[in-house]
């Protein structure tokens, strides 16, 4: 089956628009996270999904940050007023129960200008 | 607080050279440990994780609790080795999890 997809792969957004990011995981799994990796650094935890419920968002760096998960398998990222310092690549990876391999996605590059 | 720790930004092995990837962690508790590898224009993949304890391409890391480590290593390395290595951490509640921020490998020929 396909595996993690994220839409769109590339996005430009002016200073103070808002963005939404979309990640489609693999069928059935149940977890999912997303990360957000700035030039020359690893991945930087954002946010945590078991199913709909969003069990962690300790990493979402400002409350213009929101994540969804409605019905527990396609999830977005929301940045709203977005700001330069949130150009970056985010992640999103899926695991199939509550630990276990992540599946990453391709990423979506976001650029501020 | 930086949870994961990769001392190398770059590091560049002869083929054939053994290849020691560094790796310290600070946690209280009880982490998982993982090493993910990024291959060139690839999605970042899961290369192996301490509890599984398996050799995989020919790497292997252990879990040093005493000194916090989880260094990765391969006796011989090859071309094919080059990429991105992060290594990266889980709690105990898997909610969330930590990488570092990488180590560049390149294996010259």
């Known amino acids: 089956g396909a595996g993690v997809s994220q839409s769109p792969r590339y996005k430009v957004a002016k200073r103070g628009q808002d963005v939404a990011l979309r990640c489609d995981p693999i069928?059935?799994?149940?977890?999912l996270f997303w990360y957000q990796q700035a030039l020359g650094q690893g991945p930087e935890f954002l946010t945590y999904?078991?199913?709909?419920?969003?069990?962690?968002k300790s990493g979402l760096p400002s409350d213009r940050f929101f994540a969804e998960r409605p019905e527990g398998s396609v999830s977005t990222l929301k940045i709203q007023r977005t700001q330069q310092e949130d150009s970056a690549v985010y992640l999103c990876?899926?695991?199939?129960?509550?630990?276990?391999?992540?599946?990453f996605g391709p990423g979506t590059r976001l650029t501020v200008l | 607080a930086q949870r994961v720790t990769q001392p190398e930004k770059l590091l560049s092995v002869f083929k054939g050279a053994p290849v020691e990837l560094k790796c310290n962690y600070s946690?209280?508790?009880?982490?998982?440990l993982f090493w993910y590898v990024q291959y060139s224009r690839q999605r970042l993949q899961l290369l192996l994780r301490?509890?599984s304890r398996e050799s995989i391409k020919g790497f292997t890391a252990d879990l040093n609790k005493g000194e916090t480590s989880f260094h990765l290593k391969k006796p011989f390395a090859q071309e094919e080795d080059s990429a991105m290595y992060y290594c990266?951490?889980?709690?105990?509640?898997?909610?969330?999890?930590?990488f570092g921020t990488g180590t560049s490998l390149t294996v010259i020929p």
């Open positions: 990266a951490l889980s709690g105990e509640t898997g909610n969330q999890f930590y």
């Open positions: 946690y209280s508790g009880s982490p998982e």
């Open positions: 301490h509890i």
């Open positions: 990876a899926s695991i199939l129960l509550a630990e276990g391999e992540q599946f």
């Open positions: 069928s059935g799994h149940v977890s």
């Open positions: 999904f078991q199913n709909e419920a969003q069990l962690d």
